[in-house]
């Protein structure tokens, strides 16, 4: 698939830019349907981009914000993608629907969160890792060929058994928002340019990407 690329000098910029983007998004998605559906992913990158969202004009009342992915682990873990996104809004109203990681039946708690899920988010943000991995899809785990389920598991990946959502998913998605930064991630970037299936992040194909990154493209 086609990708638009926008490309910004440092990572305070890129998130400024980001920020309003999604605001943007959301703010047409409720003009014309009424509610905003956003699917967040956890990591270092957006922390500064969740800070735009709290202190700009996004429509709280009438947005819900889904998990992208989840790590496997206690509630308090800092290593759980909810501690951020609970802490980056707890300012405002924000709706955060968890993924169900507590669950003593994860595979149970996976299908109930797929249930939850709207036929298709307006907004999907996604972040690339150094080795192409996206979401919770790392390179070489089974979760890559899973195409019934909405969302599934992964086997252990750096450390962690996680839950995420699935390609038909991601492919389902109105808008893909892609932040990159990082110089480790610039081959990573290239491959996910050309949308090379050489990697996880190269098999998304939703209707629309925007790559916004702070990383220099060689591709």
């Known amino acids: 698939m086609d990708h ?18 999604v605001i943007a998004c959301a703010q047409r998605a409720v003009a014309s349907t009424g509610r905003c559906t956003i699917a967040l992913s956890g990591g270092k990158s957006p922390a500064a981009m969740f800070e735009v969202l709290a202190s700009g004009a996004m429509p709280w009342a009438d947005t819900i914000i889904y998990q992208v992915d989840e790590r496997v682990v206690a509630p308090d873990d800092p290593a759980r993608n909810l501690v951020m ?20 039946d994860l595979e149970a708690g996976a299908a109930r969160y797929g ?73 990573a970037l290239d491959l996910l340019l050309v949308s090379d299936p050489s990697i996880p992040a190269g098999r998304v194909d939703a209707a629309s990407s925007v790559i916004m990154s702070s990383v220099a493209a060689t591709a």
Do not use: C
């Open 4 to 21: 638009e690329l926008r490309e910004f000098p440092n990572d305070q910029e890129l998130a400024s830019a980001a920020g309003a983007y």
């Open 85 to 104: 996104l609970r802490r980056a809004f707890a300012t405002v109203p924000a709706d955060i629907r968890a993924m169900p990681v507590d669950d003593s």
């Open 115 to 187: 249930r939850e899920l709207p036929d298709s988010f307006d907004l999907v943000h996604l972040g690339i890792g150094p080795d192409g991995h996206t979401a919770s899809l790392p390179p070489g785990d089974p979760v890559l060929e899973v195409d019934d389920r909405p969302v599934a598991l992964t086997q252990p990946y750096l450390g962690h058994r996680r839950m995420t959502l699935t390609y038909p998913t991601l492919n389902r998605a109105r808008q893909v928002l892609w932040l990159v930064s990082g110089d480790d991630k610039r081959h």
